[in-house]
C-alpha cells in the first residue's frame, strides 16, 4: 500500500470516528427519551365498587336522596345562597357578558373516609365557605351544570384547602361535561398523561349532591380537579414579583373571553393569526404595564422564530421553546384525538430564564371519537395543522424526536394494554356512581330527538355504501367499546403516519451552522485523498 493509500485509510478511519461519535450523541438522545416518564402526581390505583345492592336505592324519583345514601367515591355536598347565575351568553360562537354577577356564594363540604364506603352524613374532612359559577364554553348551557370554586374563609379572604390529597389550593373545579355519556375520557386523558408530564392536573371522581335546606338533590358524577395555575403543586414557576425585569407567566391559546387579558401578540396584531393568546399568570389585578409589555415582546419573538421563513432563524427554536414538551403535547393530544387542543384550551408556561413549554394537556370530553361535526378518521393525523406544530412537524428534527418517544410510548404508557387495564379499572370504580348519572340525567342522555338544546348531539354520517349511520348511542358499554377501537386503530395508525409525516419535511435542522461547517470539513477530508489517489494513479 502507497503512503498516500495509508494516508486517505488514516483519514476515512477518523471520519468514521467522527460519525460513530455523532450516532452515540444520537442514542444518548434516543436513551433520554425513554427516560422521561415522571410520576409526581396523586393518581393511584382504583379498586373496583364493592357495593352490590341497587345503586338507585336511595335516589327518590325527584332525585333527592335518601338518608343511608353511600358511595365508594368521594362525596362533595355544595349549598349556595341563591340561583347559579346566568352571567354570559354566545351569538356566533363569541362570548358576551350579561349584568349578572359570575359568582353566587355557597359552602363545600369533601367527605372521604379512606375506606371507600362514604355516608352522606359522615364528618367532612374538608370544607370551606366559597364563591361558586357555571363554567364552560359548550357545556355552558347543557342541563348539568359544571362550576368553578373559589375557596374562601368567613372574612372573604384566598382559602387554601388541601382537597383529596391533591395539595392546598384556593381554586377548584368540579367537571361533568354531558358531551361525554362515558364520564372518563377526562380521567383517562390525564392518568396516563400524569405518568408522562409532572404538569398533569390531579383529578379524582366524586359525587356531588346539591343541599337545599334540609334535603340534598343528587347531581351526579363529576371529577373534582385543579385549575391551572402557578403553585408548587400545580405548575411550579416563580411567582411574580413586579420589580424583576423579566417574569414568567402563563398563556392559554383560545377563543376571547372577558376573564383573561387579551394579548397583543407580533402574529396576531400583523393579521397572521386568529387565535386568541390570553394572560393567566400574572393575574390582571396584580399585572403591570412593564410586565405585560415583556410577556406580548417574549412571546411575539418566540412566534418570529417558528414562523421564520429563514432556516437559520427558525433552526433557532429548540432555543426559545422546550422541544420535549412539545412532543408530548403532540403525542398526547393525537393519540386522544384531541383536535381542540392547539386551538383551545392550549396552556403554555414559562419561567423566567427557561424556555416556553406547553401544557398542561386539557379538556378531553370531546375527545376519542366524540366530536359532535363529524366522525374522526382513526387512519389519519391531524394535529400537525395546529398552531407551532404546523412549523414544527416541517423539520424533520422534530419529526424524529415524534417517532422516538411514540416508540418508547407505546411499548409502555400508550399501550393498548395498558390503557384497556387503566379503562377496565376506571369503569370498574365508578360503576354504582355512573349507573346514579345515567339516572339522574336520563331525560339527556337517551334523548336523540335533537328538540333538547341543553344537550350535545353527534351528527349523523354517510358511510361507504352511502348510507345514513346515526352516532347516537344510548348503551354505556357501547361507549366504552367506542373508545377502545377509536384508541386501538389511531394508536396502531400513528405509527404509520408518522413515518409519512416525515416526507412533508422541509427543513433539517439538526445540523446548523458550524455543525454544517465541520460536517463539510469531515467529508472533504474524507474524498478528497481518494481524489488525489485516483489522479495520481
Keep these: 500500500m502507497s503512503q498516500g493509500q495509508r494516508k486517505a485509510c488514516l483519514l476515512g478511519v477518523c471520519a468514521l470516528v467522527i460519525l460513530a461519535v455523532g450516532g452515540l450523541g444520537f442514542l444518548r438522545s434516543y436513551a433520554a427519551y425513554q427516560n422521561r416518564n415522571i410520576n409526581k402526581s396523586t393518581y393511584f390505583d382504583l379498586p373496583p365498587d364493592p357495593h352490590l345492592e341497587d345503586p338507585l336505592l336511595y335516589i327518590n324519583e325527584d332525585y333527592t336522596v335518601q338518608d343511608g345514601f353511600h358511595s365508594n367515591l368521594p362525596i362533595v355536598i355544595l349549598s349556595m345562597e341563591s340561583e347559579l347565575a346566568d352571567y354570559k351568553g354566545f351569538q356566533n360562537q363569541e362570548e358576551y357578558l350579561t349584568d349578572e354577577e359570575p359568582y353566587i356564594k355557597g359552602h363545600i ?55 383529596l390529597g391533591m395539595g392546598a389550593h384556593d381554586s377548584w373545579i368540579l367537571n361533568g361535561s354531558m358531551a361525554d355519556k362515558s364520564m372518563i375520557r377526562n380521567y383517562l386523558a390525564y392518568r396516563i398523561s400524569s405518568e408522562i408530564s409532572d404538569v398533569t392536573p390531579d383529578s379524582q371522581f366524586c359525587e356531588v349532591v346539591i343541599q337545599e335546606g334540609d334535603s340534598y338533590v343528587y347531581q351526579g358524577l ?68 412593564s410586565a405585560l409589555h415583556y410577556i406580548e415582546k417574549d412571546f411575539s419573538e418566540i412566534e418570529q422564530i417558528i414562523y421564520s421563513d429563514r432556516e437559520d432563524v427558525f433552526g433557532l427554536y429548540d432555543k426559545y421553546i422546550d422541544v420535549d414538551s412539545f412532543v408530548d403535547y403532540f403525542l398526547l393530544n393525537e393519540f386522544f384525538g384531541n383536535y381542540d387542543a392547539g386551538m383551545h384550551s392550549t396552556y403554555m408556561y414559562k419561567n423566567s430564564g427557561e424556555p416556553l413549554k406547553i401544557g398542561p394537556v386539557w379538556d378531553f370530553d370531546q375527545a376519542m371519537n366524540n366530536y359532535a361535526m363529524e366522525e374522526m378518521k382513526t387512519e389519519s393525523m391531524a394535529f400537525q395543522e395546529r398552531p407551532f406544530f404546523d412549523r ?42 355512573r349507573e346514579r348519572e345515567w339516572y339522574r340525567w336520563a331525560a339527556d342522555y337517551y334523548d336523540d330527538s335533537r328538540q333538547n338544546w341543553h344537550n350535545y348531539y353527534l ?21 366504552i367499546y367506542n ?55
Aim: hydrophobic fraction near 35%; proline fraction near 2%.
Design 222 to 289: 363529576y371529577l373534582m380537579m385543579e385549575t391551572v395555575a402557578r403553585d408548587v403543586n400545580r405548575i411550579p414557576i416563580d411567582s411574580f414579583n413586579e420589580k424583576n425585569l423579566y417574569t414568567s407567566y402563563i398563556v392559554r391559546r383560545d377563543r376571547f373571553t372577558h376573564f383573561d387579558r387579551m394579548l397583543d401578540t407580533g402574529r396576531r396584531l400583523s393579521g397572521l393569526s386568529e387565535e386568541w393568546i390570553g394572560l393567566k399568570y400574572p393575574s390582571q389585578e396584580r399585572i403591570t404595564d
Design 109 to 163: 363540604s369533601v367527605i372521604d373516609g379512606g375506606t371507600f364506603d362514604n355516608c352522606i352524613t359522615d364528618t367532612p374532612v374538608s370544607q370551606s365557605d366559597l364563591f361558586i359559577k357555571k363554567r364552560g364554553h359548550t357545556s355552558y348551557s347543557f342541563d348539568k351544570a359544571q362550576y368553578l370554586l373559589k375557596l374562601k374563609t368567613p372574612d372573604g379572604l384566598e382559602n387554601n384547602v388541601d382537597i
Design 483 to 537: 373508545i377502545k377501537t377509536y384508541l386501538y386503530k389511531h394508536g396502531r395508525a400513528m405509527q404509520t403516519e408518522l413515518r409519512v409525516l416525515e416526507k412533508s419535511t422541509v427543513y433539517d435542522t439538526s445540523v446548523r451552522g458550524e455543525n454544517k461547517l465541520f460536517l463539510l470539513i469531515v467529508m472533504l477530508l474524507f474524498f478528497m485523498p481518494s481524489v488525489l489517489i485516483v489522479r495520481k494513479d
Design 392 to 433: 414544527f412537524t416541517k423539520d424533520i428534527r422534530f419529526v424524529d424526536a415524534l417517532q422516538a418517544r411514540y416508540a418508547v410510548l407505546q411499548r409502555s404508557t400508550l399501550s393498548h394494554d395498558h390503557i384497556c387495564d387503566v379503562i377496565d379499572e376506571t369503569t370498574s370504580y365508578i360503576r354504582s356512581a
Design 459 to 479: 351528527l349523523d354520517y354517510m358511510d361507504e355504501e352511502n348510507m345514513l349511520v346515526s352516532r347516537f348511542n344510548d348503551n354505556y358499554d357501547q361507549e
